[in-house]
C-alpha cells in the first residue's frame, strides 16, 4: 500500500492513492526470479501474456489481443518509448536492460493514454533503472548453462568530483538455436553485444541532470516462410539471419521552483537499423518532452505537458513484402493536462484528465479519463476509473504489400494471395471501465483485485477483394487482394488477483490468477469470417500462478515460479505449466552464486504458433544454468 509509482499520473503517487490495476517488479523480485531477460520478468504479472515465440521473439499483451507486434501496449525504458511504427510493436530482443541495473519495472493493466498518449491502450510497462550513485564499484556477472548458453556483464560506477555520479556497462550474450516445430534445428540461435551509461548531476539545490545512452550489435536467426518465386510458384520455409545494430541517448533536466512546483524537460535520439529476416528497415526518432508539475492550492494537484516526436524509415522490400513509399518520415504533437482534486483528505481522490494528440496516420485524436480512488483507512483501498484511448495505425496497414503465398492459377498462370495496406484506415479506440480493490490484510497478507469491461472499436481487419490480374512487375499472374479495414468490434471483460501471503518469517507465498473473456464481432458488410474467432482464441482465459520464497540459512535461498497458461484454440497450442526454480547462496556482501531450472516439467512445448508472424515458431527447451555475481 505504501509503495510509490510514477507511471499512472508521470508523478510519484502511493500506490494506495493510484486509481489504476498496476504491478511493480522490484530488484528483489528480479533476483528471486532467477530469469535472464525482461520477458521472462513479466510473467509474474498477473493479466499479462507473455508467449515465446521462438529465440529472440516474444508476443506479450495486456489483457488479450496478443501476437508479436502487440500494438496496444506501450513499454519504456526510462521515458523512452521502445517502439516501431513499421509494425506498431515492440522488438523485444533488443529491449537489453542489463537486470542488475533495473530499480523497479511499473505495469499498468488498462489504459494509460491520458498521460502517455496513443498506442497505450491495454497497457502500459515502464522499465526504470537505478540512478548511477545507487550502482557504485566493479560488478561482474557471468552465466552460463545448458543447452548451450553465456551471458557476461561487466560494469564500473563512480563519482565525477562531488555532483555527479557515473556508470558504464559492457554485456554479451550468445544463446544457441531451439527445436523447431518440425525440425530439430529451429535456426535461431542468437548473440548481441551491448553497451551503455549514465551520468546523474546536481547542477545546483533545484536543478539536476541525467544523460544516459546505449550501442548495441547483433544478429539472430529464424525459419521464415518465403516466396521463391512466382513463375512457376514456389513456397518454402528457410532459414534467414537478421543483423541488428542500434543506439540511443537520452537526457532529462529536472528543475525544483519550489516543493510544490517543478519542471522536466526530455530529449531522446533513438537511431537503428533491422536487416532482415524479411527486409531492412532503418529508423531515426526523435523526441521532446516537457511537463510542469504544481500544487495548486490544498486541494488540487496538477500535470501538464507537451510533446514533439519525428520518426523516419527506410526500408527495402522483397518479394515477400515491400512498402509504398520506401521511406516516410511522420510527427507527432500531442499535449496533456491531469488534476488531481483532493475531496477529502487523506482519503478521496478523483482525477481527471485528457490528452490531445495530432498525427499523420489518423489526424486528431482526444483521450480522456476520470479515476477516482477511496481510502476509508490506512489497509484498505477501492479504486474505479473510466478512459477512452486510441490506437494509431502502423505503416504496415496502411502503405504495405504482403505477399502471403503463391499457387497456381486457373489456365497455367500463377495466383498470389497479397495483403495490402488501406492509407484511410482509423485508428482503433477503446472505452474501458475499470473497479478495484486494495487491502493489507494484517502484517502477513495483502490484496490487489482489479476488473475491467472494455468496449472496441474501429478494429483493423483484412477483408477479401475482387480477384484482378496483375501484369506489372511481370509475370502475369491472377491476385487474391485482402486489404486492411475497421470493421472488427467487441467487448473484452475480466479479472486479475494478486495475492502477497508472509506464511512464516522465512516463508512467502505469491500467488496470482487472470480471467479474460473476448466476445467480438464483424460489422454486417464484412466478408471477414477468420478474425473475430482468431483474435478470441489466441488469449488464455485462465492463467494463473504460484511463486514462493524461502529464506534458508547461511546465505542460501531458494525460489520457485509456477505458471500456468490455458490453450489457445485459434493456433492451436495446448495448455502447458512452466515450472521454474532458483537456489541461491550469498558470500557477504559481494558474491552471490545461483544455480536455475526452468521449464523443468517438460523437455520442450510450444507457447505461440500465431499465423501472421515474420518469424516460425520454435519450441521452449527445458534448461538449467549457473550464475555468479561479484561486486568490488
Same mark, same amino acid.
Given at each position: 500500500m505504501n509503495i510509490n509509482v510514477t507511471s499512472v499520473s508521470k508523478k510519484e503517487q502511493q500506490m494506495s492513492q493510484v486509481a489504476a490495476a498496476i504491478f511493480v517488479i522490484t530488484q528483489e523480485d528480479i533476483a528471486r526470479s532467477g530469469g535472464t531477460n525482461i520477458p521472462d520478468l513479466l510473467r509474474m504479472v498477473p493479466g499479462l501474456d507473455v508467449a515465446?515465440?521462438?529465440?529472440?521473439?516474444?508476443?506479450?499483451?495486456? #489483457?488479450?489481443f496478443n501476437q508479436q507486434f502487440a500494438n496496444k501496449l506501450l513499454v519504456l525504458v526510462d521515458g523512452r518509448a521502445v517502439y516501431t511504427p513499421l509494425f506498431a510493436g515492440v522488438n523485444w530482443d533488443t529491449v537489453d536492460v542489463p537486470l542488475e541495473d533495473i530499480d523497479r519495472i511499473e505495469v499498468i493493466r488498462g489504459p494509460g493514454a491520458t498521460v502517455w498518449g496513443a498506442n497505450a491502450v491495454n497497457g502500459v510497462i515502464?522499465?526504470?533503472?537505478?540512478?548511477?550513485?545507487d550502482t557504485p564499484g566493479a560488478l561482474l556477472t557471468a552465466i552460463g548453462g545448458m543447452p548451450p548458453e553465456g551471458i557476461g556483464l561487466g560494469q564500473y560506477g563512480g563519482r565525477l568530483g562531488t555532483h555527479a555520479s557515473y556508470r558504464v556497462f559492457t554485456k554479451y550474450m550468445n544463446q544457441s538455436q531451439l527445436l523447431g516445430l518440425t525440425t530439430e534445428d529451429?535456426?535461431?540461435?542468437?548473440?548481441?553485444?551491448?553497451?551503455?551509461? #549514465?551520468?546523474?548531476q546536481s547542477l545546483s539545490a533545484k536543478d539536476s541532470l541525467t544523460v544516459e545512452g546505449d550501442l548495441y550489435s547483433g544478429r539472430e536467426g529464424a525459419l521464415i516462410e518465403h516466396i521463391v518465386s512466382i513463375s512457376p510458384p514456389d513456397n518454402e520455409t528457410v532459414s534467414r539471419r537478421a543483423d541488428l545494430s542500434g543506439g540511443n541517448v537520452l537526457g532529462r533536466w529536472d528543475h525544483a521552483f519550489s516543493n510544490r512546483s517543478d519542471?522536466?524537460?526530455?530529449?531522446?535520439? !533513438?537511431?537503428?537499423?533491422?536487416?532482415?529476416p524479411e527486409l531492412r528497415e532503418a529508423r531515426h526518432t526523435f523526441d521532446f518532452d516537457f511537463q510542469h508539475h504544481l500544487a495548486w492550492g490544498a486541494r488540487q494537484d496538477l500535470i501538464w505537458g507537451a510533446g514533439y516526436r519525428r520518426s523516419s524509415d527506410l526500408t527495402n522490400g522483397t518479394i515477400d513484402q515491400?512498402?509504398? *513509399?520506401? !521511406?516516410?518520415?511522420?510527427?507527432?504533437?500531442?499535449?496533456?493536462?491531469? !488534476?488531481e482534486l483532493t475531496l477529502k483528505p487523506n482519503r478521496l481522490f478523483l482525477t481527471v484528465g485528457v490528452k490531445l494528440e495530432h498525427n499523420d496516420f489518423s489526424g486528431f485524436e482526444v483521450q480522456p479519463g476520470a479515476r477516482v480512488a477511496w481510502t476509508p483507512n490506512d489497509r484498505h483501498s477501492l479504486w474505479a476509473a473510466v478512459s477512452r484511448a486510441s490506437r494509431t495505425p502502423s505503416r504496415t496497414e496502411t502503405a504495405a504489400d504482403i505477399n502471403i503465398a503463391v499457387f497456381p492459377g486457373p489456365g497455367g498462370n500463377p495466383a498470389e494471395v497479397t495483403l495490402f495496406g488501406n492509407p484511410h484506415l482509423k485508428s482503433e479506440d477503446v472505452v474501458a471501465y475499470e473497479v478495484g480493490y486494495r487491502a493489507q490484510r494484517g502484517a502477513r497478507v495483502s490484496v490487489d483485485v482489479a476488473t475491467f469491461f472494455n468496449v472496441y472499436g474501429h478494429l483493423a481487419n483484412p477483408e477479401a477483394g475482387s480477384p484482378f490480374v496483375m501484369v506489372n512487375p511481370p509475370p502475369l #499472374?491472377?491476385?487474391? *487482394?485482402?486489404?486492411?479495414?475497421?470493421?472488427?468490434?467487441?467487448?473484452?471483460?475480466?479479472?486479475?488477483?494478486?495475492?502477497?501471503?508472509?506464511?512464516?518469517?522465512?516463508? #512467502?507465498l505469491s500467488p496470482g490468477y487472470s480471467l479474460l473473456l473476448m466476445h467480438l464481432h464483424v460489422d454486417p458488410t464484412a466478408q471477414d469470417t477468420a478474425s473475430a474467432p482468431y483474435a478470441e482464441g489466441s488469449s488464455p482465459r485462465h492463467q494463473a500462478q504460484m511463486r514462493s520464497h524461502v529464506d534458508l540459512s547461511r546465505g542460501f535461498t531458494w525460489d520457485t515460479a509456477a505458471y500456468f497458461v490455458e490453450r489457445l484454440p485459434?493456433? *492451436?497450442?495446448?495448455?502447458?505449466?512452466?515450472l521454474d526454480t532458483q537456489l541461491s547462496w550469498r558470500l557477504g556482501e559481494r558474491a552471490a552464486f545461483s544455480l536455475v531450472g526452468e521449464n523443468l516439467l517438460r523437455d520442450h512445448h510450444v507457447e505461440s504458433n500465431a499465423t501472421g508472424t515474420s518469424v516460425d515458431s520454435s519450441q521452449m527447451k527445458r534448461s538449467a544454468y549457473a550464475r555468479i555475481t561479484c561486486h568490488f
Open positions: 515465446q515465440i521462438n529465440g529472440s521473439t516474444w508476443a506479450i499483451s495486456a #489483457r488479450g515502464n522499465i526504470i533503472t537505478k540512478k548511477a550513485a529451429a535456426g535461431d540461435n542468437r548473440r548481441l553485444l551491448h553497451g551503455g551509461f #549514465r551520468m546523474d519542471t522536466t524537460l526530455q530529449f531522446y535520439f !533513438d537511431k537503428y537499423t533491422r536487416s532482415g515491400a512498402f509504398l *513509399p520506401e !521511406d516516410r518520415g511522420f510527427q507527432l504533437f500531442n499535449s496533456f493536462l491531469q !488534476d #499472374r491472377l491476385v487474391f *487482394p485482402l486489404t486492411y479495414d475497421n470493421k472488427l468490434h467487441g467487448t473484452t471483460e475480466g479479472a486479475e488477483l494478486a495475492v502477497n501471503w508472509k506464511v512464516m518469517n522465512r516463508w #512467502r485459434a493456433q *492451436p497450442v495446448t495448455s502447458y505449466t512452466r
